[in-house]
């Protein structure tokens, strides 16, 4: 069945994620990155998550501020904030597949299983260009 394969697919691409966002909070020494007083991203343990090392919202916005493009997207895919969209993603497939799983069973509209089918092919969309990816999976 196409939707079990295309989880399946979701699911190896969210693994491979979930190494390599541990392998960075290792390498970095925590799983909390932000941005220190001078605005510098931080890759080390933060005492708080969130962007100020100091953790105060009054702080945030300067620092964000001296961040450049390229400092303020790292900070951003912090493997903290990574692995917890990580687990978000894995609730979907699995709502998804008990929708599909109702569906196929009765006990569900058949628009319920098409919207589990469309939400699965949207959260494979970032990996279109991957080998494994089939172009049935794009929505029309």
């Known amino acids: 069945m196409a939707e079990d ?3 399946a697919f979701l699911r190896e ?3 491979e994620l979930e ?3 541990l392998a960075a909070a290792r390498s970095a020494g925590g799983l909390f990155w932000g ?6 991203v931080v890759l080390e343990p933060m005492q708080e998550p969130g962007m100020a090392a100091a953790g105060e919202a009054d702080e945030i916005a300067p620092l964000v501020a001296e961040l450049d493009d390229a400092g303020w997207h790292v900070a951003l895919q912090s493997p903290a904030r990574v692995l917890a969209g990580i687990e978000a993603k894995r609730g979907l ?3 998804c597949l008990m929708w599909q799983r109702e569906a196929a069973q009765g006990g569900r ?3 319920v299983a098409i919207v589990a089918e469309n939400v699965l092919s949207l959260l494979a969309l970032p990996w279109a260009d991957h080998e ?3 172009p049935v999976w794009r929505l029309s």
């Open 5 to 7: 394969e295309l989880a």
């Open 13 to 15: 691409r969210l693994d």
């Open 19 to 21: 190494t390599a966002a």
């Open 35 to 40: 941005a220190d007083a001078a605005g510098d």
């Open 93 to 95: 497939i699995d709502q």
């Open 109 to 111: 509209g058949a628009v």
């Open 132 to 134: 494994d990816y089939q």
